[in-house]
């Protein structure tokens, strides 16, 4: 299995939902990364999850709430998001944590967000 | 500050010629390069990578070329296929730490 899953594939929430995006991978990858892309934009990195435990926070807000119950699985809780949150969320996985050398990202195929 | 720039935001290039997608960086403490492919509707893909201390990866029909006095590299696909059209994003990491990516350029190939 050589697939990062991310379910669901789109969201449409409001802005007083509670919502959780969830990735999945069975790569024995112990690192997990939350990217975030608008249009036109480059992948912004959110969070970043080295052996379960989080690494990086790259200065989120804290309506966007990350969660790595096990080396397989991470999950991103969203509470009173923004309309201006509506975006492409982008998960990885990785062999290495970020800060052990060259290091190649699996990406899932993204859950497209829409905040109403 | 944009640290990883793809100034071309589209490129259009008939089938068997060659393509060649071109990024500029600005933080000279990177030493890890890499190029991912996207389509619509799927997330980015590996294709290829190149380190600080080589100037040059191949692999098949893709070629990486590294300048680090330039801060520039460049992918070279020969021959390009109907099948290369999507996003390429170049992106950029100092020590493995942090992935930092470009805007993209939308390849076109045409048959």
């Known amino acids: 299995d050589t697939e990062v899953t991310q379910t669901p594939k789109h969201l449409v929430m409001g802005m007083t939902n509670k919502k959780s995006l969830k990735c999945e991978q069975h790569m024995g990858h112990r690192a997990m990364y939350w990217y975030k892309q608008k249009a036109k934009k480059p992948p912004e990195l959110m969070f970043v999850?080295?052996?379960?435990?989080?690494?990086i926070n790259e200065s989120v807000p804290s309506r966007f709430s990350p969660e790595c119950p096990n080396s397989s699985l991470l999950n991103l809780h969203l509470h009173a998001l923004q309309p201006e949150d509506s975006a492409l969320y982008l998960c990885?996985?990785?062999?290495?944590?970020?800060?052990?050398?060259?290091?190649?990202?699996?990406f899932g195929a993204g859950s497209r967000l829409t905040v109403l | 500050d944009q640290q990883v720039k793809q100034n071309s935001p589209s490129l259009s290039v008939q089938e068997g010629r060659i393509s060649i997608l071109n990024c500029d960086y600005t933080?000279?403490?990177?030493?890890?390069f890499l190029w991912y492919k996207k389509y619509p509707a799927e997330g980015p893909t590996f294709l290829i990578s190149i380190s600080s201390i080589k100037d040059k990866n191949e692999d098949g029909r893709f070629t990486v070329f590294l300048n680090k006095s330039a801060k520039h590299l460049s992918l070279h696909i020969v021959p390009s296929q109907p099948g290369d059209s999507a996003v390429y994003f170049c992106?950029?990491?100092?020590?493995?730490?942090?992935?930092?990516f470009g805007a993209g350029t939308i390849l076109r190939v045409k048959s």
């Open positions: 992106a950029a990491s100092a020590g493995g730490n942090k992935l930092v």
């Open positions: 990885a996985s990785s062999h290495k944590p970020h800060n052990s050398g060259s290091n190649v990202l699996t």
């Open positions: 999850y080295s052996y379960e435990k989080l690494s």
């Open positions: 933080n000279s403490m990177f030493d890890y």
